[in-house]
């Protein structure tokens, strides 16, 4: 329901005599107020979701129904013939496009999908561009980092010759887009953000915009919220001030802005005349009071962030030292080995070791064989799909034995680069001496979203392009034949036009951090369009499809 609310409200629903809307759970029953005879769903296209609509329509029969789907599957509609309420129902299609998250940042809100990505949505991503290009005008520059780039390339071509091209006019307020396959850079998925957004995207989860803190961080309000999801974006004041902030900033921005408050209140007590009274109140006090209340919100937030990742130094230095091949083998291994003894979340433990795999291009037979088999008798063999898909997807494999001729059943080494080629080749890990002057609160670069550790590829792409334009040569080279370009014309800010970024598999909040930088820095304004937002979690979990 978080994207349809971004078009219509409940009371927009109710004015059109919608007068109940309730979740559908896949594990719970569905209770219908018998008054009310038509019955609608709002659904994705997958056999599970509609395996459950089945069931409740076989259960009220005589019940007009209604299904509604962000994209229509045949597969669908054959499920519903073969439970034999095809008859029963009509469907129709509902072509959500990109839903705005903020002004200079769009998604579509998809479901986190891994490199299998379905054609049908690289095939929306082209269809959201193609809308796009026929309401401001042809971008006459494409540039495409990816197979996927390349698939929605191919899709928009089809679509702009069965509905027509969209006009090219010379006052498009867009001049480039990067069309970026997510799994060119899988790095930036893994590693742990450090911007405050990015942290509470990792212990919150954002959806569609919005967070439910729970009751961890109401216990600490004064004024509870009662479960109420909170929109966040740059109308919270508070929350514009320090979402891209590294997070060694927030507290004391935080504390500083209380400190400030705590003046403006204080005035109240230095007024003598009533006037002076009446004039603070119509025009400070409610605004005071705003603030507070955000204010508080945040600071018990923040203070739930650290809590959670209360002795993450360790780990984040691992992650460092993993990326730029400085960590011991023995001590990374040591570290998976306290964190599996611990019980820790295991997927925080995969994403470590995968992130390792990736970097390192495979494990050693030793330290491969080990991991795998604690880590199942830890968590169980419930978890050996997982670890299986993982390694097809060449995320946590053995490293090969040169002499041996290894077979691979994963496409990802043909389809994507190895990290140690990409990272030096572009130059993605700043040098060590760089890297120990670091400072969040004078950094300028785009890496001070993993400190400095680490340069997100897509920003490292971008600032490589607008410095010294476009390379195919030297980007094939280092990232492999799925690099293309129409018109390689060089950005430039002067000509005050936009351009676009479109993440074709996700987008991160650390990226999205480092990209805001770079257009301040840069002057230029740059607009992001994704099929989702990742939440790191989830991301790997839709590699072993148990999402």
Not at 497 to 513: D, H, N, P, Q, S
């Amino acid at each position: 329901m978080r994207p349809l609310d971004k078009i219509a409200s409940m009371s927009l629903l109710q004015q059109h005599n919608c007068l109940r809307v309730q979740q559908l759970h896949m594990d719970r029953a569905v209770f219908w107020d018998e008054s009310i005879d038509s019955r609608v769903f709002l659904i994705r296209p997958t056999i599970a979701v509609i395996r459950k609509v089945c069931e409740v329509i076989k259960a009220d029969p005589h019940r007009a129904y209604s299904l509604v789907f962000d994209r229509r599957s045949n597969l669908c509609e054959l499920e519903l013939e073969r439970n034999g309420v095809f008859g029963l129902v009509e469907s129709y299609e509902l072509n959500l496009s990109l839903i705005p998250l903020e002004s200079d940042l769009f998604s579509l809100e998809l479901p986190q999908s891994s490199t299998k990505l379905h054609n049908g949505e690289t095939y929306t991503m082209a269809k959201c561009l193609w809308q796009l290009q026929s309401l401001y005008g042809l971008i006459p520059t494409v540039y495409g980092i990816g197979p996927l780039s390349q698939e929605v390339e191919f899709h928009l071509k089809t679509i702009s010759a069965e509905l027509g091209e969209p006009p090219a006019t010379a006052d498009q307020p867009i001049s480039h887009v990067f069309l970026f396959d997510r799994h060119m850079d899988i790095i930036s998925a893994l590693l742990t953000g450090l911007t405050y957004e990015s942290m509470l995207n990792d212990v919150f989860s954002y959806s569609c915009g919005k967070i439910i803190f729970g009751d961890i961080v109401e216990n600490k309000l004064k004024q509870k919220m009662s479960g109420r999801a909170v929109s966040l974006n740059n109308s919270d004041a508070i929350f514009s001030a320090v979402r891209n902030k590294h997070m060694t900033e927030v507290f004391p921005f935080l504390s500083a802005k209380a400190k400030t408050l705590q003046t403006g209140f204080d005035k109240a007590s230095g007024l003598n005349k009533v006037e002076e009274v009446k004039d603070f109140v119509t025009n400070e006090l409610k605004s005071l009071k705003q603030t507070h209340r955000l204010l508080e919100l945040h600071i018990c937030a923040c203070e739930v962030v650290l809590d959670v990742n209360k002795g993450a130094n360790e780990r984040l230095t691992l992650e460092h030292g993993i990326i730029q091949r400085s960590a011991d083998a023995n001590d990374i291994m040591n570290y998976l080995e306290i964190c599996i003894c611990r019980q820790q979340n295991p997927w925080q433990v995969l994403q470590l070791a995968c992130l390792w795999s990736i970097c390192e291009n495979g494990l050693s037979t030793k330290h491969y064989n080990h991991f795998r088999s604690l880590f199942l008798q830890a968590y169980g063999y419930d978890y050996l799909p997982a670890l299986y898909q993982l390694s097809l997807e060449n995320l946590l494999v053995e490293k090969p034995v040169a002499t041996l001729p290894i077979r691979s059943h994963s496409t990802s080494p043909s389809r994507y680069p190895p990290f140690s080629q990409s990272s030096k080749a572009l130059s993605l890990i700043p040098e060590q001496n760089e890297k120990s002057k670091f400072d969040s609160n004078t950094s300028t670069q785009m890496s001070y979203v993993f400190s400095e550790a680490y340069t997100p590829l897509v920003c490292q792409i971008l600032a490589n392009v607008v410095n010294e334009g476009w390379n195919t040569a030297k980007l094939q080279k280092a990232l492999g034949q799925h690099i293309f370009c129409t018109n390689p014309t060089k950005p430039d800010n002067r000509i005050r036009k936009a351009i676009l970024i479109c993440f074709v598999g996700g987008v991160t909040f650390a990226e999205i951090a480092a990209i805001r930088l770079f257009a301040q820095n840069n002057n230029f304004r740059i607009i992001i369009i994704a099929t989702h937002i990742i939440q790191r979690e989830e991301f790997l979990k839709s590699f072993t499809q148990i999402i």
